[in-house]
């Protein structure tokens, strides 16, 4: 006789679905509750989800929790083997440690600095080509093109590319409702481009941050090191500019002030980078040796850190669902820390400024207006200059 199936459910930690992160009732019934949840993250294995500050960064810096998977691939030596983009953030330590080694070292404070009238340039020439008294869909039309614009100048695309990858950009970002998904053609394509991009550098540098990692790294190093700049440093920039401009325009009191004190716009960058917290999770892996909350963890567990929670835990940010460009300086967590700390930190703090600055400077009456039906979610409408309305 057959054995019947087993219809018993599994058991196992609570299911915690990605989307769950928005829940900030639920991340701070969480993080009151304790240091450490055993999750069902869905997809991945069974994990650790931390929820308070300084649980967080105790992982983030925590030399056994790394950023490797058990499974991570390694690109053979040499090879020209092209890894999907996800992996390109899982890599194993030796090819992550070259890859921010090539990173870190050219993209300083000073190559943003020299950057900055570039940045100003592209955000004049979107800025300029929104009718002034009409609704603008200010996601779509400003706060998706222009990391992709500061991404292709920091990079040295050509103007001609630029179109394309940021085609390909968009589309690898579907969710963002931009685009159509890429496919893996698609991507193998993007790749000849840019090594062909890389090999014309070399030959013929520039000033741009391709031709400066031609001097120290490989064509393959460089090739995995601009798919990784053009994934990471876009879309958490796309969620800091629209979400940063909703919250500004409902405290119209500060986007008067911002316009009278350009330096305000430091500590409100800071605070709105807290308050939403764009890259919302980082996923660290126990290496052999491994503990949380004193208990030895299993080779490989994940432990997900939940910056979002920890950015709002009311111990290091009182009242933390307020947002209060005054409040005294504490480190966040928006960029991460330890070994994956964000690498274009400085350059998504740059942008984020001056996009405040022009634009508190330029439209001071500058207001929110109803979304049409079917707008897609978090896409806030703005009027620039309700005056010129009717012109
Ligand atoms: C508001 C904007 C941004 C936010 C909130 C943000 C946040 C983050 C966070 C939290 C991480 C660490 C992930 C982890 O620990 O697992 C990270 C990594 C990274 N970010 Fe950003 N980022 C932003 C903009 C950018 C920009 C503009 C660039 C590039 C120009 C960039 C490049 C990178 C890279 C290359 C990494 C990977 C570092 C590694 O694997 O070691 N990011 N970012």
Redesign the pocket.
């Known amino acids: 006789m057959a054995t019947p199936p087993d219809t018993a459910a599994p058991t196992g930690p609570p299911l915690f679905p990605a989307g769950a992160l928005r829940d900030h009732q639920r991340l701070a019934e969480m993080r009151a509750s304790g240091a450490a949840h055993a999750v069902d993250f869905g997809g991945w294995e069974h994990g650790w989800l931390l929820t308070g500050y300084d649980a967080t960064v105790g992982a983030?810096v925590d030399p056994r929790l790394r950023?490797v998977p058990p499974q991570a691939r390694a690109p053979q030596g040499g090879s020209g083997e092209l890894l999907d983009e996800e992996d390109?953030?899982f890599?194993p330590d030796p090819q992550?440690e070259r890859?921010?080694r090539l990173?870190g070292g050219r993209?300083t404070p000073r190559r943003v600095a020299e950057l900055a009238p570039r940045i100003q340039h592209e955000i004049d020439t979107l800025l300029d080509g929104l009718p002034p008294g009409e609704p603008v869909d200010f996601v779509t039309e400003f706060a998706v093109p222009l990391?992709v614009a500061?991404?292709c100048e920091?990079l040295g695309v050509p103007p001609d590319g630029r179109r394309y990858v940021g085609d390909y950009m968009l589309g690898w970002l579907a969710e963002s409702g931009a685009g159509v998904p890429v496919t893996e053609s698609a991507g193998v394509a993007l790749a000849g481009y840019l090594t062909a991009l890389i090999a014309e550098r070399r030959a013929r540098p520039r000033t741009d941050l391709i031709s400066a990692m031609t001097s120290v790294g490989t064509d393959d190093d460089i090739l995995s090191?601009v798919r990784?700049?053009l994934?990471?440093?876009?879309h958490?920039?796309t969620?800091?500019l629209g979400g940063g401009l909703e919250v500004l325009l409902r405290h119209r009191s500060l986007w008067t002030r911002l316009a009278a004190e350009p330096e305000l716009s430091r500590t409100t960058v800071e605070e709105l980078?807290r308050l939403?917290?764009?890259?919302m999770?980082?996923?660290?892996y126990s290496q052999a040796g491994a503990e949380l909350n004193g208990e030895p963890l299993a080779e490989g567990t994940p432990v997900h850190?939940a910056?979002v929670a920890a950015n709002r835990d009311p111990g290091p940010f009182p009242a933390p669902d307020t947002f209060d460009p005054d409040r005294p300086a504490h480190p966040h967590?928006?960029?991460?820390?330890?070994?994956?700390?964000?690498?274009?930190?400085a350059?998504?703090?740059s942008?984020?400024r001056m996009v405040i600055d022009t634009m508190a400077a330029r439209f001071p009456r500058m207001a929110l207006t109803s979304t049409p039906a079917g707008a897609p979610d978090g896409h806030p409408f703005v009027v620039l200059d309700p005056t010129a309305a009717g012109e």
């Open positions: 983030l950023g390109l953030f890599l992550h890859l921010r990173i993209l990391p500061v991404l920091l090191a990784l700049l994934i990471a440093g876009h958490p920039v969620r800091l980078l939403i917290t764009p890259a999770l980082a996923t660290r850190c910056l967590l928006a960029f991460g820390l330890g070994h994956k700390h964000c690498l274009g930190a350059l998504a703090r942008q984020m």
